[in-house]
């Protein structure tokens, strides 16, 4: 079992920047692929940065070249640093970790954490 907790969010202006953190417990990470998914309300979640364990890494359209997904295998800690915040970046943002076949399918991650919620003031 991994057990995984967001640092807290919170409300940034448009432009501006946020670091998320997730610490995991529970098992190390250093084997496991680990990503960054968001859900505004209405929406379905969606991938928004994945790290597979062999280095590989995926960003959605969106958020590509603002966002930057990455982890500290001796913390055992995930990072999302945002940059260039829009008001369409609003949402809960959710960190997990599978240790198997991942993609940008919600259903391919086995471990959550609770959300964090994200608000860009426009």
């Known amino acids: 079992q991994v057990q995984l907790v967001e640092s807290r969010g919170g409300v940034v202006q448009a432009g501006g920047s946020l670091n998320l953190s997730c610490a995991a417990s529970g098992r190390t990470l250093d084997r496991f692929n680990v990503a960054w998914f968001r859900q505004a309300p209405g929406k379905e979640r969606e991938a928004a940065a994945i790290?597979?364990?062999?280095?590989?890494?995926y960003y959605a359209d969106s958020v590509k070249d603002r966002f930057a997904i990455s982890r500290d295998n001796a913390k055992n800690t995930i990072f999302l640093q945002m940059n260039s915040l829009k008001f369409e970046d609003t949402a809960a943002y959710y960190c997990a970790a599978d240790g198997g076949y991942s993609s940008v399918r919600p259903t391919s991650w086995g471990f959550w954490g609770q959300g964090t919620q994200v608000t860009v003031d426009s």
């Open positions: 790290n597979w364990s062999d280095g590989r890494v």
